[in-house]
């Protein structure tokens, strides 16, 4: 492998960005980024500890579950999960966090970089109830740095194109459980777990 170790050697290989590429970027938030906020089911949450190991978790929910608190301020719920907490844990070190909302059927995505809280309660989660579940605490992203990203890697990957789709190239998740996580449960009963129950529990702690 040869190896890249200089930004002069990098900038040799890619060239220069594009003066739109450098001028897009904003402080604040515009209404058509409220607008894709207000449509969006998912993103994903980059976060990085103290010592510099990373983690990138992803987030869920009806579209609109990103809310806009003002034109600076943007608000996350935490939903039950494993309660490993990972990137939760690396905000408490690191309070710098980049997000990627995604819009289904969109290759363009939504990009904020800014620092991050964690809040145990305020008025706005009565807003973050969705099926009775109202959230233990939220992450609330002070925004630095704000820009619509192209559709390229959507492009290249035919991410939604629904032809190119192989989800049974891999084992299911209840084999992978069984063979790297749970090797003392029976396949039969991992299948039932990650099955339609599973996602009947999604707003109940596990």
Same mark, same amino acid.
């Given at each position: 492998?040869?190896?890249?170790?200089?930004?002069?050697?990098?900038?040799?290989?890619?060239?220069?960005?594009?003066?739109?590429?450098?001028?897009?970027?904003?402080?604040?938030?515009?209404?058509?980024?409220?607008?894709?906020?207000?449509?969006?089911?998912?993103?994903?949450?980059?976060?990085?500890?103290?010592?510099?190991?990373?983690?990138?978790? @992803?987030?869920?929910?009806?579209?609109?579950?990103?809310?806009?608190?003002?034109?600076?301020?943007?608000?996350? &719920?935490?939903?039950?999960?494993?309660?490993?907490?990972?990137?939760?844990?690396?905000?408490?070190?690191?309070?710098?966090?980049?997000?990627?909302?995604?819009? @289904?059927?969109?290759?363009?995505?939504? *990009?904020?970089?800014?620092?991050?809280?964690?809040?145990?309660?305020?008025?706005?989660?009565?807003?973050?109830?969705?099926?009775?579940?109202? &959230?233990?605490?939220?992450?609330?992203?002070?925004?630095?740095?704000?820009?619509?990203?192209?559709?390229?890697?959507?492009?290249?990957?035919?991410?939604?194109?629904?032809?190119?789709?192989?989800?049974?190239?891999?084992?299911?998740?209840?084999?992978?459980?069984?063979?790297?996580? *749970? &090797?003392?449960?029976?396949?039969?009963?991992?299948?039932?777990?990650?099955? &339609?129950?599973?996602?009947?529990?999604?707003? *109940?702690?596990?």
């Amino acid at each position: 492998m040869r190896r890249i170790t200089s930004e002069a050697e990098l900038r040799e290989l890619v060239g220069e960005p594009l003066p739109q590429a450098l001028a897009k970027e904003r402080t604040r938030l515009h209404e058509l980024d409220r607008q894709w906020l207000a449509a969006s089911p998912f993103c994903l949450i980059a976060t990085s500890g103290a010592d510099g190991s990373c983690d990138v978790s @992803p987030k869920g929910d009806p579209p609109g579950f990103t809310l806009v608190l003002d034109d600076t301020t943007i608000a996350i &719920p935490e939903r039950p999960g494993n309660r490993r907490v990972d990137g939760l844990r690396n905000v408490l070190a690191n309070p710098h966090v980049g997000l990627v909302h995604l819009v @289904p059927g969109r290759g363009d995505t939504l *990009r904020i970089n800014g620092r991050a809280h964690l809040v145990r309660d305020a008025p706005f989660f009565d807003r973050m109830v969705v099926r009775g579940h109202r &959230p233990v605490l939220a992450l609330v992203v002070e925004v630095e740095q704000v820009f619509h990203h192209c559709s390229k890697a959507f492009l290249r990957s035919r991410l939604w194109e629904e032809e190119a789709w192989t989800p049974d190239a891999v084992p299911s998740r209840a084999v992978h459980a069984r063979t790297l996580e *749970r &090797p003392d449960e029976a396949l039969e009963d991992l299948e039932r777990y990650y099955g &339609p129950d599973y996602a009947a529990g999604l707003y *109940r702690a596990r």
